[in-house]
């Protein structure tokens, strides 16, 4: 994963933000009112304005929302998570560093309920071997 690029300045308005996180204004407004910790400071001109390391979070809930496929509540989850753990901080800084891509879109097997792993198993034997389900294929031959 490429590093982020954040330009070296105080403070920065919700364009600017949008184009370093890569999403639209308004999604970054959605996502004030759902994760109250990005909430971002106003000007005196009513104008939102946020610091680096609000930007930092938005990459980060970014990546768990677009890119990991969490739900809201999913990522608010993993936030909490990572926090009481100690390695919020850590795992942002390498995020937008681009050290490291938090979490996979290829789902762990124990995530399906039982039933349907045992249904995913049976198919793919299915598909490996038909033969063994007593499945003839006229021309299909298996090694």
Same mark, same amino acid.
């Given at each position: 994963?490429? &590093?982020?690029?954040?330009?070296?300045?105080?403070?920065? $308005?919700? @364009?600017? %933000?949008?184009?370093?996180? #890569?999403?639209?204004?308004? %999604?970054?407004?959605?996502?004030?009112? *759902?994760?109250?910790?990005?909430?971002? /400071?106003?000007? =005196?001109?009513?104008? +939102? %304005?946020? +610091?680096?390391?609000?930007? *930092?979070?938005?990459?980060?809930? $970014?990546?768990?929302?677009? %890119?990991? +496929?969490?739900?809201?509540?999913?990522? !608010?989850?993993?936030?909490?998570?990572?926090? +009481?753990?100690?390695?919020?901080?850590?795992?942002?800084?390498?995020?937008? =560093? #681009?050290?490291? !891509?938090? @979490?996979?879109?290829?789902? !762990?097997?124990?995530?399906? &309920?039982?039933?349907?792993?045992? !249904?995913?198993?049976?198919?793919?034997?299915?598909?490996? /071997?038909?033969?063994?389900?007593?499945?003839?294929? &006229? @021309?299909?031959?298996?090694?």
């Amino acid at each position: 994963m490429n &590093p982020v690029l954040i330009p070296n300045r105080l403070y920065f $308005r919700i @364009g600017d %933000v949008a184009e370093i996180v #890569g999403v639209k204004p308004y %999604v970054i407004r959605f996502w004030e009112s *759902e994760f109250p910790f990005l909430a971002p /400071d106003k000007a =005196s001109s009513g104008q +939102r %304005v946020y +610091r680096r390391t609000q930007i *930092e979070s938005l990459i980060l809930v $970014r990546q768990l929302l677009h %890119v990991d +496929r969490y739900s809201i509540e999913g990522a !608010k989850r993993k936030l909490t998570e990572l926090r +009481r753990e100690g390695k919020l901080k850590e795992e942002t800084l390498k995020l937008v =560093s #681009g050290e490291i !891509k938090i @979490g996979s879109l290829v789902p !762990k097997e124990d995530v399906l &309920p039982i039933s349907l792993q045992d !249904k995913v198993k049976s198919l793919q034997n299915l598909i490996r /071997d038909p033969s063994e389900q007593g499945i003839e294929v &006229p @021309g299909l031959k298996f090694l």
